[in-house]
Nanobody
Framework: QVQVVESGGGLVQAGGSLRLSCTASGLIFDDYHMGWFRQAPGKEREGIACISWRGDSTYYTDSVKGRFTISRDNAKNELYLEMNSLKPEDTAMYYC??????????????????WGQGTQVTVSS
């Protein structure tokens, strides 16, 4: 059974930092692109950071560029999102996702097949 589990969410003040983690099991981790998506109430889910099989390619949506860093540790089957300079606009449910994608370029527009349950990030002003 494939499982994708996020952790590390919480409440943080504006300007603060938070590190999200994601562990994937039941799949060959190295074969999957991984990504972080978020969804705020009443808004569409958006891909914010995605990464290719070995981390050679990354993608960031404009709103998080320079503030967030996606990385992966294939030896641990783990994905990370370092979030710095957090803003209230970053408040959302954050989801980790895995996709069996045969493209060397990272993108959040690919079909991501497996999804975690989400972890809430709340940034207070």
């Amino acid at each position: 059974q494939v499982q994708v589990v996020e952790s590390g969410g919480g409440l943080v003040q504006a300007g603060g930092s938070l590190r999200l983690s994601c562990t994937a099991s039941g799949l060959i981790f190295d074969d999957y692109h991984m990504g972080w998506f978020r969804q705020a109430p009443g808004k569409e889910r958006e891909g914010i950071a995605c990464i290719s099989w070995r981390g050679d390619s990354t993608y960031y949506t404009d709103s998080v560029k320079g503030r967030f860093t996606i990385s992966r540790d294939n030896a641990k089957n783990e994905l990370y999102l370092e979030m710095n300079s957090l803003k209230p606009e970053d408040t959302a449910m954050y989801y980790c996702a895995a996709g069996n994608i045969e493209n060397m370029r990272a993108s959040c527009n690919y079909h991501y097949t497996y999804w975690g349950q989400g972890t809430q990030v709340t940034v207070s002003s």
